[in-house]
């Protein structure tokens, strides 16, 4: 036996107490170096550090690889990985009947950009305070390997066929549909990746984020625009993005010539040094125009493109009352008798 | 199920002469064998201004008899035109003069400019479903006119707007001749609006020729309008214009007339689409998602109105929110969102919108998510014709979605029920954590009916097996797909439930008890057995099927929702006509009770009526019943998009067990 004193190592918590097991999900069934487990890190480590109560939020998905992932992370949050292409629908009703929840949505380029396009523009549309990401491999995985609508014109798939359909920019559409930040990532930019869904977790309003994410098994040889290699190759950040959160109580200067500095919903300071001469991430035609620009020039432009915090998320506009409307109790929902009687009587 | 208690004059009907005086006094028969009847019926309701003797038009030629409160008025106009104002004038007026009315709006799939009908019938007896002979037709739709007037029986009148010169077409009917344009032109409304005061003139014309109390007439219109006096008073004008006209340039000599009676007393008008609103609002619904589709738009849009009037606290602040959504698979896929988080939610669709919603039904059936879909049937396949009633989404929801899915289904019969169901469907859906379904019909959701006033819902609201925190804290945690009370429902728990173990994941693939993704062939056949059970606990939830008659007749009528009161009135033919006495058991639900299975024991023949062409209720009985017994089903189905009658079953009934008549 021994007698040597041990010192326990002070656990490591987050703001609210809690260690990072508690933000952990389930074992990944996913293939080894699938870019999807590192957005699950990421995440899991984004909520961690922001010390977000894992039971405050609801996990949507809809159906493919991406939408398998929920499971691999925050298990004690609250989970529903619905029907192919629908996600947005079973999310919005879930935030309707309870709107003081924080949602992430988990979605991929089929999920979204095929199946889902209808739901996901409406999503969009109404600026639902929720994250919506698309890890975005531009295959199809669980069916083995057919292009998504996010493929680029030109890119091969294994068995040689080349995709003659323009892809779909998901950034693009999701600016001019309404949502209020929308960026681009990369799974394997594990910086830009982490700073980015710090801030979507204080915002307030859809935040999507297209985070190509290669898939090792189908699409990640030559010819491939969305394999490590492309990436790395291609991948053109438009700004550096730097997150300060409200808690943390550190002065970062900046130099408003070159950083555009946007406070967030919780008080969060987002910081975006500018790498591109056009960069305004307040102005939507400017920033449509990067991405037209861009894809003429074969970059993947990466980073925030657009932030909008003053525009009312969806909830806010119906004007519901504070608590959620799932567990109001019985005498706020049940009309009383006196009401039945005079609308009886109006029908006398 | 209660039939509707007209006083009965009927008796004597050729021996009534006139209704003299003021109302109070009634001197109506020249026999008094049986005046009290007539007094009975007569005097709750005061009729001051009817003073019929004074109108030398109101005098039937002498040797017709006069059939009184037992006829139908057609108003044939074009869509559009602002017809449905005065048609409700018309149906409301004759409903607060105690006698027992239906309204019953026959309207293109069209926004403006083709043809409609709408039918009110009168009836002593308080027969309420469709009758297909028209006694009385306003023509005011020059497009039809000519076979609107061939399509009378002989006796029938017709009151037309002058410039068709419809009395040239058939010389067995009594015609009345109206200028409708110069009397609209008379009351000085403005020519944008004339076409709309021109329908109110219809109003007091047949107001004047058919005895309707014009008291009753001017305080249905003023409610009516309540909140545009100055349209009132225009309408007014027209209504007048048209009784004065009557009375001094047509000579009356049809034989229908409404004499007062105290049938109504109590009861409300109301259409199924509305009473299904109010029993959302009053089953405390707090989240409701819909695409517009016809004919169930109005549930949601009667909805928006009650809600706001209702469930808008002192704040401001709204306890609900109503979102129309994309299409009707975004509609049903915030139900289930929304159901999941913890609210009562709903929509309301048709047809149509019940095929868009066939993957997320499965869903919502086999992930255990509350949420209930009003269906108001019209007809099919594909978009069929949307403005016409029928039963036909019976087999389809029964089993919606692939795979072994079940459904529970709620069939309200009656705007009461309308009502009823709505409220009850919420507390069904939460205990059954599952999607229930409640199937109405056009005809039942979009037309006026008769109704006792709706009861207060007496059960408390209902939110089924939902564990909370402090509940979770004792257990020290739960399996979310685990039968533990034997009933086949398990426990769950609502986002946002402040403990380490509330969490758990849904899932439309593959789960164990805990809700961890398995493929294991012994989870997957568990979970499936469990979910039958719990189907078989529905049956201690729904609504009970309703016996009418003693249940000792050889044959047995199984109907279910609108076509009720087409049965209600065959069963009374077929007795009256041809001595043959019958039972009746109406469905209200599926799964099917035990009462189903022996009503049809208990019978030699059982008639199975509804309102589609491949018999689904009988489908689904015999897929139920023991094969001995499915042999005695007869399938009696009508299906032409117009509400069923009674005498299209009496016809068959009578036919088939060749009753003599």
Known sequence: MSTTPVTPQPVKTNRIGLQILDYRGGKTTLCAGCGHNAISERITEAFYEMGIQPERVMKMSGIGCSSKSPAYFMSRSFSFNSVHGRMPSVATGALLANKTMRSIGISGDGDTASIGMGQFVHLLRRNMPMIYIIEDNGVYGLTKGQFSATADIGSKLKSGVINDLPAIDTCALAIQMGATFVGRSFSGDKKQLSAMLKAAVAHRGTVMLDVISPCVTFNDHEGSTKSYKFMQGHEEPVAEVGFVSHFEDIAVDYDPDTTVDVQLHDGSHLRLRKLHEDYDPTDKVRAMNLLLEAHAKDEVLTGVFYVDTQKPDFTSMLNMVDEPLATLAAERVRPSREVLAQIMAEHS | MEMIQACQPQDHPSKRLLIKGRGQELRGFTDDTHPQTWKECIQPMTTPQLVVQDQPGLQPASGIQQIVNDFSIQIATVNGSGSQSANNVLLRSIFRMGVPVSGKNLFPSNIAGLPTWYTIRVSKDGWVARKTDIDVLIAMNAETAQQDVQSLRAGAAVIYDQSLKLDQVRDDLTYYAVPFDQLAAATGADAKIRKLV????????????????????????????????????LNLKAVRAGFDYAASSLTKQDPFVVAPMSATQGKIIIEGNEATAMGAMFAGVTVVTWYPITPSSSVVEDLIDYMKEYRVEPDGKASFAIVQAE???????????????????????????????????????????????????????????????????????????HGDTKHVMLIPGSVQECFEFATEAFNIAEQMQSPIFVLSDLDLGMNNWMSEPFDYPEKPINRGKVLDAKQLQELGGFARYKDVDGDGIPYRTLPGTDHPAAAYFTRGSGHNEKGQYTERPDDYENNMLRLSRKFETAKTLVPKPILQGKGREKVGIIAFGSSHWAVIESRDQLQRESKLGTDYLRIRAYPFTQEIHDFVAQHERIYVVEQNRDGQMLHLLKVDLDPTQIVKLKSLRHFNGLPIDARSITRVIAEQEGAAK
């Open chain 2, 327 to 401: 299409d009707e698979l975004a509609a049903v896929g915030m139900v289930l969102g929304a159901g999941w988080a913890g609210a009562r939610s709903m929509t309301a669709t048709s047809g149509p919108g019940i095929s868009l919603m066939a993957e997320f039904a499965g869903l919502g059936y086999y992930a255990e998510i509350p949420g209930v879909i009003f269906d108001v049937q019209r007809t099919g396949p594909s978009t069929g014709l949307p403005t016409r009633t029928c039963q036909g989404d019976l087999t389809f929801i029964a089993g919606l979605s």
């Open chain 2, 198 to 233: 021109k329908n109110m003139v219809y109003v007091g014309v047949a107001a004047q020729l058919l005895s309707i109390d014009m008291d009753w007439v001017e305080k249905t219109v003023r409610k009516q309008f309540a909140k545009k006096p100055k349209a009132a008073e």
